[in-house]
């Protein structure tokens, strides 16, 4: 397995587990009252989970450089919005593991 495809591996498993780590927090959040604004909330950290879970398929699929620019921009949005810390962090290391394989030699 070359260098790149073992970072893409990597940031892939790194972005699985933000992703699933914020989509946790938001289905969590559904157990609660819900009421207009936190549908709102919860309907925009599934699609946020959804789209760091895309982004980390990017990687892997070999359009390293554009998949680690929107891991790591999901994360930061994610942290804004205040979405699982711990999530957010992950999609901006497993962004930041996909810019390496994007310069990585094969």
Request: charge should be neutral.
């Amino acid at each position: 397995m070359s260098e790149k495809r073992l970072l893409a591996l990597i940031a892939l498993l790194i972005g699985l587990v933000g992703a699933l780590l914020i989509l946790t927090d938001a289905l969590n959040a559904v157990r609660g009252t819900i009421d207009l604004a936190s549908a709102l909330s919860l309907l925009i950290f599934v699609i946020l989970g959804v789209a760091i879970l895309l982004a980390s398929f990017l990687i892997y699929r070999g359009k390293y450089g554009s998949g680690g620019i929107l891991n790591i921009l999901l994360g930061v949005v994610a942290l804004i919005l205040q979405a699982d810390r711990t999530g957010a962090i992950l999609a901006i290391v497993a962004g930041v593991v996909g810019l390496i394989a994007a310069e990585a030699g094969s």
